[in-house]
């Protein structure tokens, strides 16, 4: 168990539907970061937030967006989903070695 | 722009023998470089990291790792591979802004009993 909780493990859910996605950092953490993996795009970072705040952009969609709350879990929100979004994202929270990673939230887009 | 280039997809060697998984960067700055394996159906797990210091930089499961700044490399190596040490690897730098992570596709390490 790295520390980092990821909530659901796995989603299937339908065209233009919109999803959430729920982690909670290592205890102590105040950075979240989240990261898209799938097959042709490889692992790409999304956003990064820290205590609360947006610290950095990657290549998100407009159609994503997320958020910190004040106990520092993470919400990642994708909505009209496309079959394209079909992924796996990942959560990250900073440790002095780089990254704790969560185990994923699989996404399936039907 | 930082970025890393990880040459090849897959690389198949058997157990026993040594594996090197190659990575070539191209950072400004002083560069930092990690390497994180990814297990299936799992998160990535941290292996190993260069800041500065030794340029030959030991990490997790026996795995090492030769910062080479006139070939701007970072190739990870074992002396000995297992068939368990299958995996994704990454080699990863920061961002220009140095707030994140950059991750790519990847080099699928198998290896054969």
Redesign the interface.
Known sequence: D?G?TQTPKHLITATGQRVTLRCSPRSGDLSV?W?QQSLD?????LI?YYNGEE??K?NILERFSAQQFPDLHSELNLSSLELGDSALY?C?SS?P????????TRLTVV | AQSVAQPEDQVNVAEGNPLTVKCTYSVSGNPYLFWYVQYPNRGLQFLLKYITGDNLVKGSYGFEAEFNKSQTSFHLKKPSALVSDSALYFCAPPNQAGTALIFGKGTTLSVSS
């Open positions: 790295s980092v970061y990261y795009q490889g692992l790409q970072f990064q610290r950095a990657g990942f990250a440790a070695d780089g990254y704790t990673f969560g185990s994923g």
